[in-house]
């Protein structure tokens, strides 16, 4: 098979506070796919086998994929779509700073390169940050923003129980288990992921207001919802398209693309 993409590379290394991935196209990339994690999750992890599947299909070969991270467990979220916010105006604004230092001198991408497309692959607390950075970068008027799509998987934007969050990456995370158990433990996101929360309220008025004014790229191109989902509602956000309910997944297996389960693959290729 013809290589159509390099090997995974590390963008930013600060963990836990920030962490990036790319997986650059073997020629110049006209469009970019970002993936955001979510609560506790791990910027490659999160998505299964993405990283090996989506370098096979002939739809992503013009295509960069960044698996970007964050800290989903201790974070507040405002501050972690601020900084989400300045990796994607990174992306929009000047890409080659980011991924011509994963290059080879040769290889490195022209000055004058950019994104035509990006769509951003968020999950559960992921989803949220995401439109919380686009909301922000769209009220600064940076134009470039209106090239962006969002392709969200188990959104967290109508609520979340945290506890049951909590669970799943505990049973995935011995240390983390440990830590949580600890009375020392408090996550700001207990409050601003419940259903009632000022945060999701705010993003909620401030997409539709946006939206009224033109602004339809605040609006999820495509969600996906799981049928056995217990952590995030699944009551849809004011003005996305219908859910695409996934049969017999749940929310932590909703987003993992296998040889056998190709949903989450098929949603990102059609928003390309």
């Given amino acids: 098979m013809e290589q159509t993409h390099r090997t995974i590379r590390r963008l930013i290394g600060r963990r836990p506070d920030s962490d990036a991935f790319v997986i650059p196209s073997v020629v110049t990339a006209s469009k970019a796919v970002i993936f955001v994690h979510g609560y506790g999750g791990d910027p490659a992890k999160t998505w299964a086998e993405f990283h090996g599947l989506a370098p096979t299909s002939p739809d992503f070969v013009n295509v960069d994929l960044y698996f970007y991270g964050y800290d989903g467990l201790r974070s507040e979220l405002t501050a972690s779509a ?21 290059l080879p001198q040769l290889l490195r991408r022209p000055s004058d390169f950019e994104y035509t497309k990006i769509v951003i692959a968020g999950h559960s607390l992921g989803a949220v940050l995401a439109r919380r950075a686009l909301v922000d970068l ?7 923003v209106s090239r962006v799509s969002l392709a969200l998987f188990a959104p967290a934007h109508m609520g979340a129980t945290i506890s049951e969050l909590a669970k799943i990456v505990s049973s995935a995370n011995a240390i983390f288990a440990i830590f949580t158990a600890s009375a020392k433990f408090k996550s700001p996101l207990i409050s601003q992921l419940s259903p009632n929360s000022a945060e999701l309220a705010l ?40 859910a695409y309910p996934v049969e017999g997944h749940d929310h932590k297996t909703v987003c993992k693309p296998t040889r056998s389960y190709s949903v989450p693959l098929d949603i990102v290729r059609a928003c390309l």
């Fill in 138 to 144: 769209t009220k600064s008027g940076e134009s470039w």
């Fill in 203 to 242: 993003l909620r008025a401030e997409v539709s207001e946006l939206t009224r004014r033109g602004n339809a790229h605040l609006l999820a191109e495509k969600v996906v919802i799981a049928q056995f989902e217990n952590v995030v509602s699944n009551v849809g956000f004011p003005g996305d398209p219908d």
């Fill in 82 to 102: 601020g900084l989400f916010r300045g990796f994607l105006r990174r992306l929009g604004t000047a890409p080659g700073t980011l991924i011509n230092q994963t």
